[in-house]
């Protein structure tokens, strides 16, 4: 009992408790904080402290997986045109599978004899199974207009660029994708679809032999190469990236000089443009945690 204002004795009010699934107190509303409410508020406590030039080192991964994709495009271009040859396609096919090996042998951590072995008679089984299914692919189109045909690619290419997993989370192991996100499997079906297309329409079935074969090999351990890659030395891995930009702007350039244009815009873009905007935008990021939030169970789990 406590005395009010008169000296009268009045009930004593019971104390506030926080209480999580206890329904209602008595004598307080449903909507009720004390003094002590925003005691524990914290504010910017998960916010990430970017540094402008980590990012823009973390950036060049984009640039560098869109130099590879220009490049294959290049190559269809080219092949399309007939500058390059069924024979000279098999001969950078050759040289595209071994070099990957050899990089894999360098930089991979844990790649065994037998799980080598087994990569290549995957490979080899891919590679056959390829090579008879090339008449099919020959006639795959032979209905559908050209122009369909290249907008469709250009489509399927900017929807495999755009859905790509660049961060490479998706590449655990030598010769393997574990667990691939949804995203990451519709950007590798968009990819394998438009070399199909583009397949379709050369004069032979070497010629499609060949160019199919030069586009997954690319599509499909291209992203692994450049994972171990960076995962052996991030130094490496920048003078890898710097010279396949260099590649890539020599050659469009003999093709035409409004893409090499266009390409070093994006490249500024990418690396120079977009990391100056996410640092300046991280100065308006505001965030507060407190006891309002939902909390998070811990369960200790012991034998």
């Known amino acids: 009992m406590e005395r009010d204002i008169y000296g009268n004795f009045s009930p004593t009010k019971p104390k506030w408790r926080k209480v999580a699934y206890g329904g209602m107190q008595p004598g307080f509303d449903d909507n009720h904080t004390d003094e002590s ?87 080899s089984f891919f590679i056959t199974g390829l090579y008879v299914l090339s008449p099919i692919y020959h006639t795959l189109t032979r209905s559908i207009s050209s122009d369909s045909i290249w907008a469709l690619t250009a489509s399927l290419i900017i929807l495999h660029l755009f859905l790509h997993d660049y961060s490479g989370s998706t590449v655990k192991a030598p010769g393997a994708l574990e667990h691939p996100s949804f995203m990451s499997n519709i950007s590798l079906n968009a990819s394998i679809v438009a070399s199909l297309l583009i397949a379709s329409r050369l004069p032979s079935r070497l010629h499609v032999f060949a160019i199919v074969l030069f586009s997954l090999q690319v599509f499909l351990f291209a992203p692994l190469v450049m994972y171990c890659i960076k995962k052996y030395s991030f130094r490496l891995h920048l003078f890898f990236s710097m010279g396949v930009m260099a ?50 169970l811990c369960f200790d789990i012991t034998e």
């Not at 997986?65 to 290049?74: A, G, K, R, S």
């Not at 990021?285 to 909390?295: H, L, R, V």
């Open 37 to 123: 409410f925003l005691e524990d508020m914290v504010m910017n406590a998960n916010v990430v402290k970017r540094d402008i030039l980590k990012v823009m080192l973390d950036s060049v991964s984009i640039s560098q997986y869109l130099c590879i994709v220009t490049l294959v495009v290049l190559v269809w271009t080219y092949t399309l045109r007939s500058t390059i040859n069924e024979k000279s396609l098999l001969l950078l096919d050759v040289s595209l599978l071994g070099l990957g090996f050899f990089v894999l042998l360098l930089t991979a951590e844990m790649l065994s004899f037998n799980l080598l072995l087994n990569c290549v008679l995957k490979i």
């Open 247 to 296: 590649v890539t702007l020599a050659f469009a350039f003999t093709l035409h000089r409004l893409i090499f244009v266009l390409l070093l815009t994006l490249f500024v873009f990418i690396n120079i443009v977009c990391p100056y905007w996410l640092i300046r935008i991280q100065e308006y990021k505001f965030e507060i945690n407190g006891p309002w939030d939902e909390a998070k």
